[in-house]
């Protein structure tokens, strides 16, 4: 199956800085990539759809201005969470869409990042 | 809106005992529905996933879904669970047009020796 990863796994920062997670797909293309933010024991919640070239799409209740996501390239996406606080604390898991011109395929995950604010 | 319902928030199983997982789905004309499992701290892989055609779903690790539409449901099974599948799993139903996923709650796999 397709790989997907993610930069850094874990980090550890002090509240009030940035943080930039990048999400890559190894040995395919996706053009739409998701964000995913997962807390202990819990599901994992959708924060935004990344469109290659173009804004990405938030999920109600998530700051855009808080969670910015870029989408440069076919194979990269980059979340950077804004001046963090101990809440932002939280395991972020990317995902990468595989399509076949318009079927649907599946989404392929990243292993995740842990990010601890201080 | 759609919606993914996982009854059951925790289980245990004797290991070498059967699995049953519930899922229940909320919306789709064409469902396009996905186990995954995760286990500490690691991301999600793809147990099995049924598009269209034969309801029965082989998966890897020996599991196996049966997509029924009259019941909106798409249970996981597995016949004799080992202590390795001790693990959370997650029930998930994906739009055609957006390619979203939507989660179920997930459900807690605790395995007795």
């Known amino acids: 199956g397709a790989v997907v990863s993610q930069h850094p796994s874990w980090v550890i920062c002090k509240s009030g800085t940035s943080v930039k997670i990048e999400c890559r797909s190894l040995?395919?293309?996706?053009?739409?990539m998701f964000w995913y933010r997962q807390f202990p024991k819990q599901s994992l919640m959708l924060m935004a759809t990344?469109?290659?070239?173009?804004?990405?799409?938030?999920e109600q209740g998530v700051e855009k201005d808080k969670f910015l996501i870029n989408h440069a390239s076919l194979t990269l996406s980059t979340l950077t969470v804004t001046s963090a606080h101990p809440e932002d604390s939280s395991f972020y898991i990317c995902?990468?869409?595989?399509?076949?011109?318009?079927?649907?395929?599946?989404?392929?995950f990243g292993p995740g990042t842990r990010l601890t604010v201080l | 809106a759609q919606s993914v319902t996982q009854p059951d928030i925790h289980i245990t199983v004797s290991e070498g005992a059967s699995l049953e997982l519930r899922c229940n789905y909320s919306?789709?004309?064409?469902?396009?529905l996905f186990w995954y499992v995760q286990s500490p701290g690691q991301g999600l892989q793809l147990l099995l996933k049924?598009?269209?055609?034969?309801?029965l779903v082989q998966g890897i690790k020996g599991f196996e879904a049966e997509f029924k539409r009259s019941q909106s449901s798409f249970n996981l099974r597995k016949p004799s669970v080992h202590w390795s599948d001790a693990a959370e799993y997650f029930c998930?139903?994906?739009?055609?047009?957006?390619?979203?996923?939507?989660f179920g709650q997930g459900t807690t796999l605790q395995v007795k020796p």
């Open positions: 995902s990468a869409l595989e399509r076949t011109g318009l079927r649907y395929n599946e989404q392929f």
């Open positions: 040995d395919f293309q996706a053009t739409t």
């Open positions: 990344s469109n290659e070239g173009s804004k990405a799409t938030y």
């Open positions: 919306y789709g004309a064409t469902p396009y």
């Open positions: 049924y598009f269209s055609g034969d309801t």
């Open positions: 998930a139903h994906g739009s055609s047009n957006t390619g979203k996923l939507i």
